[in-house]
């Protein structure tokens, strides 16, 4: 059983800082991409930010320059600094983790329970 656990959520004010952070556990050959996804009420999830195994990453355009993303292989965690915020940065944030299980079978696609950071003006 594989399980994404997200910490580092909560409440801000707007121009302020956090660092959200997830950890992958249990029995995991490998991780490919791992990322950041957030969810606004009543908007699609979208992609926050990627960072493959070699390091290299994808940030989007609406965070860019305010957040970074990070891993540690060695745990099969990421982290997500989040400063400078605005209250638009105010949604559920998941993790996200491609994966693999078997040597059997290819990678699979893993969520996290995703955790609230609400930014207030």
């Known amino acids: 059983q594989v399980q994404l656990v997200e910490s580092g959520g909560g409440l801000v004010q707007a121009g302020g800082s956090l660092r959200l952070s997830c950890a992958a556990s249990?029995?995991?050959?490998?991780?490919?991409?791992m990322g950041w996804y957030r969810q606004a009420l009543g908007k699609q999830r979208e992609l926050v930010a990627s960072?493959?195994?070699?390091?290299?990453?994808n940030i989007a355009d609406s965070v860019k320059g305010r957040f970074t993303i990070s891993r540690d292989n060695a745990k099969n965690t990421i982290y997500l600094q989040m400063n400078s915020l605005k209250p638009e940065d105010t949604a559920v944030y998941y993790c996200?983790?491609?994966?693999?299980?078997?040597?059997?079978?290819?990678?699979?696609?893993?969520w996290g329970q995703g955790t609230q950071v609400t930014v207030s003006s």
């Open positions: 996200n983790a491609d994966l693999r299980i078997s040597y059997s079978s290819g990678s699979s696609s893993y």
């Open positions: 249990g029995r995991i050959i490998s991780i490919n991409t």
């Open positions: 960072i493959a195994s070699s390091g290299r990453t």
